[in-house]
């Protein structure tokens, strides 16, 4: 069986091979918050088989969006789902 490797890795490994080109307004500093705030979000979100509540799709949906240059619509989602959570909004450009 093959790990499970997250959509948005296989997504950049594809993307990477195909010569996709970076979406208007390519801000790499926001696209790297944007990511540890999705990082941040499974860390701390309880496991998936006891919480189906959609907020997966959705941290999923906001990292994409990201990925796509609208990076506002998902640092939002993002800083939403971690505060639904009670988990802390480290500041942008702080490491984990």
Do not use: N, W
């Not at 996709?20 to 307004?25: M, N, T, V």
């Amino acid at each position: 069986m093959l790990p499970s490797i997250r959509p948005a890795a296989v997504s950049l490994l594809l993307c990477s091979l195909a010569g996709c080109a970076k979406p208007e307004g390519f801000a790499p500093q926001q696209l790297a918050y944007c990511t540890q705030l999705h990082q941040l979000y499974f860390r701390y979100h309880t496991v998936i088989t006891y919480a189906h509540d959609g907020q997966r799709a959705q941290a999923e949906l906001a990292l994409h969006a990201c990925e796509q240059g609208d990076y506002a619509t998902g640092i939002k989602l993002l800083t939403a789902l971690l505060t639904r959570e009670r988990v802390t909004v480290p500041p942008p450009g702080s490491g984990m």
